[in-house]
């Protein structure tokens, strides 16, 4: 049985740890500076979003991070699936998607709209994960520039 706790202050080590398996994963460049930054402004701010960290076998094994913003092609406030991350050794156990309907609801509580989630082409596994969770790709390029 798992648990999905809100994240605290409390709970930074554990955060940064988890986002930095997680963009070694992903090949992302981390900036643990950045990270430490989001991760202390949430559960400060809840208006930004929600960190949750997963618990299962009695020890965290992972983590995941809704937030929120606002579209007009979605009528309102929509969100995003920021980060989502389970430790190799507690994947295929059904997290990933409690961890979805935990966003999912919590996204609904707060009127969101719409839940966005970002996914690399070369992750065809994650993609096939997803579309069964009822994401759809819109074949849009989602694309960044830092201001």
């Known amino acids: 049985m798992a648990e999905f706790r809100i994240a605290s202050t409390d709970d930074l080590d554990t955060l940064i740890g988890f986002a930095r398996a997680f963009y070694a994963?992903?090949?992302?460049?981390?900036?643990e500076a950045k990270a430490?930054?989001?991760?202390r402004l949430l559960p400060q701010?809840?208006?930004?979003g929600r960190a949750w960290i997963i618990v299962a076998d009695a020890a965290p094994v992972g983590y995941s991070v809704v937030t929120f913003g606002f579209s007009i092609e979605y009528g309102g406030?929509?969100?995003?699936?920021?980060?989502?991350y389970i430790q190799e050794s507690h994947r295929h156990r059904g997290l990933g998607a409690q961890a979805l309907r935990l966003a999912e609801a919590a996204c609904r509580e707060v009127g969101v709209q719409a839940l966005h989630l970002e996914v690399e082409r070369s992750n065809a596994a994650a993609q096939v994960f997803y579309r069964a969770q009822?994401?759809?790709?819109?074949?849009?390029?989602?694309?960044t520039k830092d201001v």
């Open 25 to 31: 994963h992903e090949r992302i460049a981390f900036d």
């Open 36 to 39: 430490r930054t989001a991760f």
């Open 45 to 48: 701010d809840p208006q930004l």
């Open 77 to 84: 406030r929509d969100a995003i699936l920021d980060e989502i």
């Open 134 to 143: 009822g994401f759809v790709d819109h074949d849009r390029y989602f694309m």
